[in-house]
């Protein structure tokens, strides 16, 4: 057995996944926009919500929670990350299909935050009805007036009053704040501006319908609203929670951080390679389809040197991300920083490219609404800035690395 061989259930959920994406997601692509552009946009998709018994009748709920997070099986398969990434590919072929297996970010992350830290009272308010499906989540971290790749700069106000906490704050990208359903934000501020420097921080849940939580616009990504999901820019102004809902403890918000980012992160980069693969798919449908110059695209040499080497990246990106899967579930999230690091600047940018050369291929077609790919485009472009920017994960690369060779960093 090879060290990332699929376990006989993954083998056969993926078998299973990938019968469900054949028979309802990709027929169903066109009737999807057609239903989130007629009437109001920021509605949910009667379609999802009509396939999402149908994917749970089918077994294929939840299926996300590593036994990290849910070590008694209380809420999932209790698959690990490593038995996950592969459906976790098929699933992101199609950016809206997660949510039909409730298995869509920022919810995921969430619950996975939930169901590691959160109270019994916690996760019955809030992490029950996420996993039923009943209601949508948030989470609040980057804002406009800081810059964001360093998290300790948030300013936003987490402070204590009797009984209560009061939260004041500007959010931005606030993902899944858009949908109407949308009931709690997990929510990162300041409770100690004087503590060090990663004790300040703390996670604390916020109900959207409290008083003082504003939704002040809805951003675009290069012109998607990826309604109705959404990213709001958000203010919060005086907003009063009870004590019982900070996440863990003041002071604990950086270390809640790294345990929902390192499988968030798994889960962006195997949906990433699922879009890549997709793209490669169309690339050549539209290489060995098409003519130019008296031959099939595909006769020429430059098409078929794109359609190579997006092979060749698509498998490297695949086999570092599925050996960050293992080391998390071997060794934890902690130890496996520098793989972490590494594929989130791999996949997006793999992804990237793969994407390009199939809309260079397409034509004018390529970033028209007749295929996913532009819409792929933007969402891998904005994976390289989504739970950190290339720059900050390189360094985290090149510290690990150093460390590794036995280099003193020091304080440097």
């Known amino acids: 057995m ?56 089918q077994g294929l709920w939840n299926l996300f929670l590593p036994p990290a997070s849910d070590p008694n099986g209380k809420f999932g398969p209790g698959l690990t990350n490593l038995e996950y990434a592969p459906l976790c590919e098929v699933m992101g072929r199609v950016w809206w299909a997660p949510e039909v297996f409730n298995c869509n970010a920022p919810d995921t992350g969430n619950m996975e935050v939930l169901a590691r830290y959160g109270t019994p009272e916690q996760q019955e308010q809030w992490l029950i009805p996420l996993l039923n499906g009943e209601i949508r989540s948030a989470f609040s971290m980057t804002e406009p007036e800081v810059a964001s790749s360093d998290a300790t700069n948030i300013q936003a106000s987490i402070a204590r009053d009797g009984d209560e906490y009061v939260i004041n704050a500007r959010k931005w990208w606030t993902s899944g704040a858009g949908d109407p359903r949308c009931a709690v934000s997990i929510f990162m501020g300041k409770t100690d501006p004087q503590a060090e420097r990663h004790l300040q921080q703390s996670m604390i849940l916020v109900p959207m319908n409290a008083p003082g939580v504003t939704i002040e616009r809805m951003l ?18 005086n907003v009063r929670v009870p004590a019982g809902s900070i996440l863990l403890g003041e002071g604990r918000g950086f270390e809640i951080a790294q345990g929902r980012l390192g499988p968030g992160r798994i889960h962006h980069c195997m949906r990433l390679i699922g879009q890549a693969e997709r793209a490669l798919e169309l690339m050549i449908e539209r290489a060995a389809s098409r003519v130019a110059f008296g031959k099939p695209l595909a006769a020429h040499q430059h098409v078929r040197e794109a359609i190579a080497h997006s092979r060749m990246e698509i498998d490297q990106a695949r086999l570092l991300t599925l050996q960050a899967a293992h080391m998390m579930d071997t060794v934890g999230n902690k130890a496996a920083r520098g793989q972490i690091a590494a594929i989130k600047v791999v996949a997006p940018n793999v992804a990237l490219r793969v994407i390009d050369r199939a809309i260079q291929v397409f034509g004018g077609a390529g970033v028209s609404q007749d295929t996913p790919l532009a819409n792929m485009y933007a969402q891998a472009r904005t994976l390289r800035l989504a739970d950190g920017p290339d720059i900050v994960h390189t360094e985290t690369v090149a510290k690990e690395e150093l460390r590794r060779q036995g280099v003193d960093l020091g304080r440097r």
């Open 2 to 57: 090879t060290l990332f061989d699929t376990s006989p259930r993954t083998t056969d959920l993926r078998a299973r996944l990938a019968a469900f994406m054949d028979e309802y997601i990709y027929p169903n692509e066109a009737e999807f926009h057609r239903q989130v552009n007629e009437g109001n946009r920021w509605e949910h998709v009667q379609l999802i919500e009509d396939l999402k018994p149908r994917a749970r009748e």
């Open 220 to 237: 675009t990504v290069f012109g998607y609203d990826d309604a109705p999901h959404g990213h709001a820019e958000m203010t919060f102004e």
